[in-house]
């Protein structure tokens, strides 16, 4: 996968950092035990002297030089373990002069001998997706501005009591974002325009970006737009951020308001793409729609409707347009 440059320079300059702090920490520790105890400073500086004796022994050319090594080798266990009984002796671990890395497998450099490293490939990832959630132009949303109060004395079409579903629904959505994994299931949430899907939705995927993991969010028809501009070449090469790649492989993707964008061959294929492969892949999505389940399957064809249904738990959110009970109250 390409990023951009911006994209990469954020991310090295992270590792670069982290380098330079594990770096710092490690000439700290061995200035702090050189003070304190000075056998170890000696210690060390012959364990240095044997780099250039090595250097030494391999330009000489010697025949007996596999042995000299291997002597060589030996002086240097028995040095290191003098070093760990002395450090011990004086209340400090074995292994406390031993490099302490953020990433032990790159050891902050960013690449292994196979490529780029793991620690690496997570940054370029999360902070693509933050730029492309910054392309949303969504609302901030968050469990601490989800008011109960609208869905008080209402009905649902069947009668029951609106504020007590929404708050079911209200605390199973924190508890899910309280207990996210990347085995959590996938949530379908519908019901009528302004009712809360958005808002919750989104209050998820905030708490679950919170948390440490890669929340990739937008609305179905913005993401569409995104990924047709990229797909048929009308983004230049800084824009380009597959953003097919990006969705397909969040921990957590909430796709908002599907149904709303305009039907087509290519978006239906995309879409289904995207379900599809987070399904293979046992990851989790959060899809919210203003249309019924039967508004679905006259709108989407069966692979898709086949995969929601059969794949997702769903969630029925009720109450009346809050942006219009807002708008009456003086709120907006």
Not at 68 to 81: P, V
Not at 148 to 157: F, P, T
Not at 188 to 212: D, Q
Not at 251 to 260: F, P
Request: hydrophobic share 35%; net charge neutral; proline share 2%.
């Amino acid at each position: 996968m390409s990023y951009d440059r911006q994209t990469y320079e954020k991310a090295e300059s992270v590792i670069n950092s982290r380098r330079l702090s594990s770096q710092s920490e490690n000439d700290r520790r061995q200035k702090e035990i050189e003070i304190k105890i000075p056998e170890i400073r000696e210690i060390n500086s012959q364990l240095s002297r044997t780099i250039v004796d090595i250097s030494k022994l391999i330009i000489s050319k010697k025949a007996n030089i596999k042995e000299s090594l291997a002597d060589i080798k030996e002086k240097n266990l028995q040095a290191q373990k003098l070093v760990e009984g002395l450090l011990t002796a004086n209340g400090y671990p074995a292994d406390y002069l031993k490099p302490k890395y953020y990433c032990e497998k790159c050891r902050d450099r960013g690449y292994t001998e196979y490529g780029r490293c793991d620690c690496l490939l997570n940054l370029l990832k999360k902070y693509s997706i933050e730029k492309l959630n910054g392309q949303a132009n969504l609302p901030d949303c968050d469990f601490n501005h989800f008011s109960l109060e609208y869905y008080r004395g209402k009905k649902d079409a069947d009668g029951d009591d609106c504020f007590e579903i929404m708050k079911n629904i209200y605390e199973f959505c924190r508890n899910y974002a309280e207990s996210f994994s990347l085995k959590s299931e996938s949530l379908l949430m519908y019901g009528k325009t302004g009712v809360g899907k958005t808002h919750l939705s989104l209050s998820i995927a905030k708490a679950v970006a919170e948390r440490g993991f890669n929340a990739a969010y937008g609305s179905i028809v913005n993401l569409l737009t995104i990924i047709e501009r990229e797909h048929f070449g009308k983004v230049s090469e800084e824009e380009n951020m597959d953003t097919v790649n990006l969705l397909v492989n969040a921990d957590l993707l909430v796709l908002d308001d599907l149904g709303a964008e305009f039907s087509s061959q290519f978006y239906e294929s995309v879409t289904y793409n995207i379900i599809n492969s987070r399904i293979n892949l046992g990851l989790p999505t959060i899809i919210s729609t203003n249309l019924t389940a039967a508004e679905l399957q006259k709108k989407y064809n069966e692979r898709i409707i086949s995969r929601i249904f059969g794949e997702f738990s769903t969630l029925c959110l009720v109450g009346e347009d809050i942006r219009q009970i807002k708008r009456l109250n003086g709120e907006l």
